[in-house]
C-alpha cells in the first residue's frame, strides 16, 4: 500500500523560503512521477511540480518557474519542495502525489496516490 507523508509546512513572511518533504513508502518508485499540488480556499487544486524519479525529469508551473525546485532524495525514498522568494499567492494547503505512469503530467486525475497535505501560508 502506498503511503505519502507531506511535512515543512508553516507560515513564512513574503520573500522568504520553506522546504517542503514527502515521505513516499510501500512500492518501488522508480518507475513513478511524483508531483506536488496545492489547493487555496475556494479554489481548485492546481498542478505545482513533477519529476520521473528515475531520470529526474521536471515540468513546473509557469506560476512557480525560478522559485521552486523539485528533487528527490533516492536513497530516503523522498521528494522534496524548495520554496523561494515566496507570495502571499503561495498560500494553500500542499499535497504530494504519486503517479503510477511516469510521464510528466500536470492534472490531478492522473494521480493515483496521494498525501494529506501541509499548510503553508505567506503572510504579507
Known amino acids: 500500500q502506498v503511503h505519502l507523508v507531506e511535512s515543512g509546512g508553516g507560515l513564512v513572511q513574503a520573500g522568504g523560503s520553506l522546504r517542503l518533504s514527502c515521505a513516499a513508502s510501500?512500492?518501488?518508485?522508480?518507475?513513478?512521477?511524483m508531483g506536488w499540488f496545492r489547493q487555496a480556499p475556494g479554489k481548485e487544486r492546481e498542478f505545482v511540480a513533477v519529476i520521473r524519479w528515475i531520470s529526474g525529469a521536471t515540468v513546473y508551473a509557469d506560476s512557480v518557474k525560478g522559485r521552486f525546485t523539485i528533487s528527490r532524495d533516492n536513497a530516503k525514498n523522498t521528494v522534496y519542495l524548495q520554496m523561494n522568494s515566496l507570495k502571499p499567492e503561495d498560500t494553500a494547503v500542499y499535497y504530494c502525489a504519486a503517479d503510477q505512469a511516469p510521464a510528466l503530467l500536470t492534472s490531478t486525475r492522473h494521480y493515483d496516490y496521494w498525501g494529506q497535505g501541509t499548510q503553508v501560508t505567506v503572510s504579507s
Open positions: 510501500g512500492r518501488t518508485f522508480s518507475n513513478y512521477a
